[in-house]
């Protein structure tokens, strides 16, 4: 059995992932917002067992409601599918998590007041962020 990935999904203003697998953010940690929703970014902080590096990892990001159904807009439901393909350098001893970084950045949302969750589901697992949005402003 392969060993499971770690995530932490964050909000935040703005994020940038980089090639060496750091994540660079301003404005991280928020959990309450007004609709439109400020433009922002989802940001996964991603480590990668050492056996699971040099294999593609499906990754799916998606905006869910209270009751766990995806939220579209008339575009369709909020989302990204991607994959994560971490690299293992020559020398890395075996057992050690290696960094990986992923940023989706969105402009304004028109939700309606309520909490939500974004969930990365990322080689199988599942982990999330959850926010409220209120009835006018935070």
Same mark, same amino acid.
């Given at each position: 059995?392969?060993?499971?990935?770690?995530?932490?999904?964050?909000?935040?203003?703005?994020?940038?992932?980089?090639?060496?697998?750091?994540?660079?953010?301003?404005?991280?940690?928020?959990?309450?917002?007004?609709?439109?929703?400020? *433009?922002?970014? +989802?940001?996964?902080? %991603?480590?990668?067992?050492?056996?699971? #590096?040099?294999?593609?990892? &499906? =990754?799916? /990001?998606?905006?869910?409601?209270?009751?766990?159904?995806?939220?579209?807009?008339?575009?369709?439901?909020?989302?990204?599918?991607?994959?994560?393909?971490?690299?293992? *350098?020559?020398? +890395?001893?075996?057992? %050690?998590?290696?960094?990986?970084?992923? #940023?989706?950045?969105?402009? &304004? =949302?028109? /939700?309606?007041?309520?909490?939500?969750?974004?969930?990365?589901?990322?080689?199988?697992?599942?982990?999330?962020?959850?926010?409220?949005?209120?009835?006018?402003?935070?």
């Amino acid at each position: 059995m392969a060993a499971p990935v770690e995530v932490q999904v964050i909000l935040c203003d703005a994020a940038v992932a980089d090639a060496s697998g750091k994540l660079h953010m301003l404005g991280a940690g928020w959990s309450l917002t007004a609709s439109p929703t400020s *433009p922002h970014a +989802v940001a996964l902080l %991603i480590k990668v067992p050492w056996d699971r #590096t040099n294999q593609k990892l &499906p =990754l799916m /990001l998606e905006l869910l409601d209270a009751d766990g159904a995806a939220v579209e807009l008339t575009d369709g439901p909020i989302g990204v599918q991607a994959e994560i393909e971490v690299g293992r *350098p020559p020398g +890395v001893p075996a057992g %050690i998590m290696l960094d990986s970084a992923f #940023t989706v950045g969105l402009g &304004p =949302l028109p /939700l309606p007041p309520g909490r939500y969750q974004w969930r990365a589901s990322l080689a199988g697992q599942l982990f999330s962020a959850f926010f409220t949005v209120l009835d006018g402003s935070p």
